[in-house]
């Protein structure tokens, strides 16, 4: 399989905030305060990855979460062994998901105004001639195709698990560190529903809070790049961070 894939992200503080606690990975590349846009390919058994990580916690906690989580994610893709199969990439990708929630979890025990740090972690990524998504927390992953919007992941909010809008959005029950005991992560091989055109959208909460998926319906058929995006949400107020990232398949080629 070979990929041809436009890349637009933006990290932003918004409007609300003092410090900003998101962080963007795209293709070994980290990303706060910033956007880019640029195209790539991803060749025959090539990785890649798109990730998102929104983190919380005390002072400064929540930007040393994220970073933290993006790193060790990254090191771990980077390293995985040719040639697993599904199963035992699925275990491998456990095992990481829970060697990075304690790791944080260690660090918040031992770090003065950094008890209970963590973040969430949704990602996009190519292994071994496949396309899997990754997500733990609340941050987000859609699909837009031929004009219509399809939520991927599911949020690991209390919201969604118990289905009652009064509950706020930020109320997560999954997340990587966090001071919890236990950890999970979704794992979606989308492999065979990833076509031409495609552009999936990958989001922290602080642009997903604020926009209906009808309005980013219509932004996406208006072309609307993740500065715009998030120019967008920052007009309505944009009291959290946001971050974006829009990967646009341009050619999808199956050996």
Not at 63 to 71: D, H, N, T, W, Y
Request: net charge negative; proline share 1%.
């Amino acid at each position: 399989m070979e990929l041809e894939i436009n890349i637009s992200l933006a990290c932003d503080i918004g409007c609300g905030r003092s410090n900003n606690e998101d962080m963007i990975l795209v293709s070994g590349e980290y990303y706060r305060d910033m956007d880019d846009e640029f195209s790539l390919s991803v060749n025959d058994n090539g990785r890649f990855v798109a990730a998102i990580a929104d983190g919380m916690g005390g002072h400064n906690a929540g930007e040393i979460a994220s970073e933290m989580a993006l790193k060790s994610f990254d090191d771990f893709i980077i390293n995985l062994p040719e040639g697993l199969s599904d199963t035992d990439f699925r275990r491998m990708m456990d095992n990481e998901i829970i060697r990075i929630h304690k790791s944080l979890n260690q660090y918040g025990l031992t770090n003065a105004g950094c008890m209970g740090l963590g973040t969430t972690l949704v990602a996009w990524l190519t292994y071994d001639n496949k396309v899997y998504i990754i997500n733990s927390g609340d941050s987000r992953l859609y699909r837009y195709r031929n004009g219509m919007l399809l939520q991927l992941t599911t949020d690991h909010s209390e919201q969604n698990r118990k289905g009652d809008s009064t509950i706020p959005s930020n109320q997560i029950y999954n997340c990587l560190g966090g001071g919890g005991s236990h950890v999970f992560a979704d794992i979606l091989d989308i492999t065979t529903k990833v076509f031409d055109d495609d552009v999936f959208l990958l989001c922290s909460d602080g642009f997903s809070d604020i926009l209906s998926d009808d309005e980013i319906e219509i932004a996406l058929h208006e072309k609307a790049d993740a500065g715009s995006l998030v120019n967008k949400v920052k007009a309505y107020g944009a009291n959290d961070n946001v971050s974006i990232v829009l990967i646009d398949i341009k050619n999808k080629v199956i050996w």
